[in-house]
């Protein structure tokens, strides 16, 4: 069945992406940093990283948890000022984008995803903040800021780059390309991968 949308339901789309996506990829690092290393990544992480830098990480999760947003940019700004090699300073400003995006700051987002850009040793952590600032360009209404930075990937993000970039065009109103980046997104991700089902509407949505 054709879904029509307005521009209303755009909004609640672009917000159903953060909450479903953005949440799960970025404030998710700091409950249990699977997506990005695995637990096997993460225990020679704890093995190898100052027990100085874990303690600010840890205070800053327990902050997330506990929603007290001030006390996590708090610490999460010492953390990245003070430790800025570690793994611990790369996921504290992941968490510090997240909690932008919460309060609908873009701007502010980007800047916490830069950092990652620019200083993060680790190549999925960049993949990760490459894309979070595409989609704070998509959510300004910044589409070829948005595109410009969807350029390029093929790591283990390829499935949520082609999804922004299908809602790039979409806004764009070239609904043949945005099909082609969907139906791109849909076949990169795993069957039991729960994303499957807004992928499908999001398909049947821009066909022509």
């Known amino acids: ?8 339901d755009e909004i ?7 909450k479903e996506n953005g949440t799960s990829l970025v404030t998710g690092l700091v409950v249990g ?17 100052g027990m100085a830098a874990s ?4 205070q800053m999760q327990n902050a997330i948890i506990q929603q007290q947003a001030e006390k996590a940019e708090g610490v999460g700004n010492q953390l990245i000022d ?7 300073a790369t996921n504290a400003a992941l968490a510090l984008a997240a909690l932008s995006v919460e309060r609908n700051d873009g701007a502010a987002a980007r800047v916490h995803f830069q ?20 989609r704070t360009y998509l959510n300004d209404g910044n589409l ?44 990169l991700t795993d069957v039991v991968d729960p994303r499957r089902e807004l992928l499908e509407m999001k398909i049947d949505e821009v066909k022509s």
């Not at 609640?12 to 953060?18: M, Y």
């Not at 303690?55 to 840890?58: A, G």
């Open 1 to 8: 069945m054709e879904i029509n949308t307005t521009d209303q």
């Open 12 to 18: 609640e789309i672009l917000k159903k992406w953060w």
């Open 33 to 49: 940093l699977t997506i990005l290393f695995g637990w096997r990544g993460w225990n020679e992480y704890v093995d190898s990283q």
């Open 55 to 58: 303690q600010y990480f840890e």
């Open 82 to 88: 003070q430790y800025p090699g570690t793994v611990y």
């Open 115 to 134: 950092w990652v850009i620019e200083k993060s040793s680790f190549d999925s952590s960049r993949q990760l903040a490459q894309l979070g600032v595409a």
């Open 144 to 187: 070829e800021q948005a595109l410009n930075n969807l350029e390029g990937s093929d790591g283990i993000y390829r499935s949520h780059f082609s999804e922004v970039k299908g809602d790039v065009l979409r806004q764009k109103g070239d609904h043949a390309a945005a099909r082609a980046a969907y139906a791109d997104a849909l076949q």
